[in-house]
């Protein structure tokens, strides 16, 4: 058997340990935006999940991740309503649900000119949609805390962390857009 050579040693050991240090620059800059946000854990977790965290050259390219993580939150959340609207039982319960359909399809609509709006740099226009997106899911609990008799339904669980969720990923955008301006 051959001995090993320092040079093997070192491309299957040590490289990939180099590797994993490029991207630390990408992990101050990650920590140090999320540091300045109201949700740390939360916006380390969500943007870290996102392999174009690793190549963020800004905060703005964080902000950038965070509304199209709100955006697919938005959107999949809509889908999610529209299926439990056309699976519901009562008239009344289908009506709320597609409500909300609807309210989290405006919400991905608000978060994607808050998109546009952070790439032309006009960031009072993107912190004002990205606002107005964060207040759409309260429309729709505010509907099933008003239905009332037989009408009355209770917030779908799932609806209210998804909801959560969105209001966190508005809030981590928000916050971030606040130290661009």
Known sequence: MAPISFFTVFFFFLLPFLSFSLPLETSNLLIQTCNATTYYDFCVASLSSSPRASTAADATALTGIAIDLGIANA?????????????????????????CADKYARAAEALGSSRDALKEGNYDYASVHASSAAEYPDVCRVLFQRSKGQAAAAYPAELARREDALKRLCAVALDIISLLS
């Open 75 to 99: 959107t999949n959340t809509s889908s999610f309503a529209s299926s439990l609207s056309k699976a519901a039982r009562s008239p009344s319960l289908a009506s709320l649900l597609a409500a």
